[in-house]
């Protein structure tokens, strides 16, 4: 789609209660955005299009269409239609497919494969936990992490991958100039992952707010993305679980962390493997499904180079332990630790965990 058609595009997407459909009938009728936006449609505005139509017809004369797109460079977002190259292509096998993208930072790396980690704004221990460790396992094979940027397990999930060096990919349900962005405490989470070659899309202009049936929207392309989804953490009625829905509805696999029978952020996990999604319990998990190994070699821990030291602290780090119960384990004296651990960290075996502790990344 050439640089006119995007500027018309975007004008008639940022008129409330214009969206896909309208804007893929505008387009299988007029023939262009800028007919759409310039000449007389008021023929399509019957059925459920009435009001979408007659919102354009009353609003597009207030509107300044090249003065729209240049805000979005000034917020320094890009714009893609379903048939530019970068185009995600699995996102245009997907039901109801996005008709285009804005985004920040990378555009797709299409040589990448995609995860789906999602659940929970109120994670208990346990569920940060699995998050984070399950989220670096699949970033240190290679794996892209896509969520939505909500707090909780979305925010563990972009952050575990960033803490690896990991690109990351969100989704939102709003404008993405930060004004509009949701939620709002994570404006400082999207700066890093745009710094860091992640990627923030969403199909909304900016301006749009974070309106409540944006979210199951949202959802269809988190899903649409990946190769699949893990859901960890997720109250039997949740947007987790329509992200799962989107995805079996898409083809994709569905993965679920289990919980205990007696949490509710767990009931959601539990009830999808009892229908049928496959049971995680590691990273791991989900890369010998796909075939995935490792990206070079030095998360084995038979790897040679290894000195015995190195292995005995590995070892050690199966289960959670404190600076002070290493040494106390190991008798290294505290230079030789903390080396020992700052070098484990880097290479990706083991992670910090609050409280001045560290375990090995499963």
């Not at 595009?9 to 940022?14: G, P, T």
Request: hydrophobic share 40%.
């Amino acid at each position: 789609m050439d640089s006119t058609e995007l500027i018309f595009l975007n004008a008639l997407n940022s008129i409330p209660g214009v969206g896909v459909a309208t804007l893929r009938l505008l387009k299988n009728r007029v023939g262009s955005f800028e007919h759409a936006w310039r000449g007389n449609v008021s023929s399509l505005a019957f059925g459920a299009f009435q009001k979408p139509i007659q919102q354009i017809i009353n609003t597009r004369a207030s509107l300044n269409p090249e003065q729209q797109f240049k805000e979005l460079e000034r917020h320094a977002i890009w714009m893609i239609a379903e048939d530019d190259p970068s185009f995600p292509s699995q996102l245009r096998e997907i039901p109801h497919a996005p008709l285009f993208l804005y985004g920040k930072g990378e555009r797709f790396d299409v040589n990448r494969t995609h995860v789906g980690i999602v659940g929970t704004r109120r994670p208990t221990a346990y569920g940060k936990e699995v998050t984070a460790n399950i989220s670096t396992g699949l970033a240190h094979h290679g794996l892209t992490i896509v969520s939505g940027l909500a707090v909780g397990i979305d925010t563990i999930a972009h952050e575990a991958a960033l803490d690896v060096k990991s690109p990351t990919i969100a989704v939102i349900g709003s404008g993405l100039d930060e004004r509009s962005l949701f939620p709002q405490q994570n404006i400082q989470l999207s700066r890093r992952i745009v710094a860091s070659s992640g990627t923030v899309v969403s199909e909304y202009a900016p301006g749009t707010p974070p309106l409540k049936e944006h979210f199951p929207l949202r959802n269809r392309i988190i899903a649409g993305l990946c190769r699949g989804v893990c859901v960890i953490e997720a109250r039997e009625r949740s947007g987790a679980l329509i992200t799962a829905q989107c995805a079996l509805e898409q083809n994709r696999d569905v993965f679920a962390v289990p919980g205990s029978i007696f949490s509710p952020t767990s009931q959601g996990a539990n009830l999808l493997i009892q229908q049928g999604a496959k049971l995680i319990l590691r990273a791991q998990d989900i890369c010998e499904e796909w075939g995935i190994k490792p990206i070079g070699s030095s998360h084995a821990i038979s790897d040679a180079n290894l000195d015995n030291d190195t292995k005995i602290m590995i070892q050690l780090l199966e289960q959670e332990l404190t600076v002070d119960e290493l040494q106390e384990k190991t008798k290294f004296d505290t230079p030789l630790l903390m080396s020992l651990l700052t070098l484990l960290e880097l290479k990706g075996y083991i992670r910090a965990v609050g409280n001045n502790a560290f375990q090995k990344i499963m």
